[in-house]
């Protein structure tokens, strides 16, 4: 490896080293990550810099362990021939050797190379918006089939419910979102929920990505075990009175009302009959960790 690649190895470390900390820094990196893995991203992003930084100041060229670039050798031969010609030949032999085995390097070049990586990385930077659009979250949806399939845990009752979620000013319940998506797969839970004043907290999506249409809106969370790769969408369908003011989509807000359950093409579904929503402030991160 000559100085020029590594130096340009190291530009490209820096680069990826920098972005890690920015992201860090900045926060960006709450969109992609649960809180638990930050400090990975900080450490990863300190460990590549010093690699980077290394590699620029301390560049070392490769020798070659053969060097072979002309190959001309100079050889003398002396041929005796038996039988009736006893002469002496004497040969002088240039050899340039046009084929070699040895490998050369191959492909576009380090230069190339480097290009190919920063400028789509800074293109990414600059434009990405860092969320899903709403078709997107729409294909990340949990099955509620798969809920009702998988559910367990210790028994709960309205006691427990009563003892150890909090309530608004209102009287309401502020409950998960994951609580009420989750209660809609097991009859038991839904019986304790059914009727039950809630208040709920997350973004607002477009009726378009309602079950049922009409004077309806959706509000979800999104849910992840470390990373925006694994995301996955709960979501409430939002049904609003005659008249009621309805939030933007995309907005994150407080919605409060009564929660109840129907069926949908023989599946049920939380629905939140809707007293009131709200604006309400982004929370640092808006994953909840599946538990």
């Not at 900390?21 to 960006?28: D, I, N, P």
């Amino acid at each position: 490896m000559t100085s020029l690649q590594t130096r340009l190895f190291g530009l490209i470390a820096c680069s990826w080293g920098g972005v890690l900390l920015y992201f860090y820094h900045s926060t960006r990196v709450r969109k992609y990550l649960a809180p638990d893995f930050h400090h990975f991203i900080l450490a990863g992003g300190i460990g590549i810099l010093v690699l980077g930084i290394y590699s620029l100041i301390n560049p070392k060229e490769k020798k070659d362990s053969h060097d072979h670039k002309d190959h001309d050798h100079d050889h003398d031969h002396d041929h005796e021939h038996e039988g009736n010609c006893d002469h002496h030949h004497g040969h002088d032999h240039e050899h340039e050797h046009a084929a070699c085995n040895h490998p050369h390097e191959e492909g576009h070049g380090p230069l190339i190379t480097a290009l190919l990586t920063l400028v789509p990385l800074t293109i990414a930077m600059t434009y990405s918006k860092d969320t899903f659009s709403f078709t997107a979250l729409s294909k990340k949806r949990v099955s509620i089939q798969s809920v009702a399939q998988n559910q367990s845990g210790p028994p709960f009752t309205r006691e427990d419910l009563e003892k150890n979620v909090s309530r608004n000013e209102l009287g309401e319940f502020q409950i998960r979102m994951i609580t009420a998506f989750y209660a809609a797969g097991d009859r038991e839970i839904q019986g304790i929920f059914e009727g039950l004043p809630v208040e709920l907290e997350g973004r607002i999506a477009p009726e378009e990505l309602s079950k049922k249409k009409g004077n309806r809106m959706l509000i979800f969370r999104k849910i992840i075990t470390c990373c925006a790769a694994d995301l996955q969408m709960v979501d409430v369908a939002l049904e609003f009175p005659d008249g009621a003011v309805r939030p933007t989509p995309g907005d994150w807000a407080k919605a409060g009302g009564i929660l109840t359950f129907e069926t949908i093409n023989g599946d049920v579904f939380p629905l939140l009959k809707v007293r009131e929503v709200v604006e309400a402030e982004e929370p640092y991160s808006e994953f909840q960790l599946r538990q």
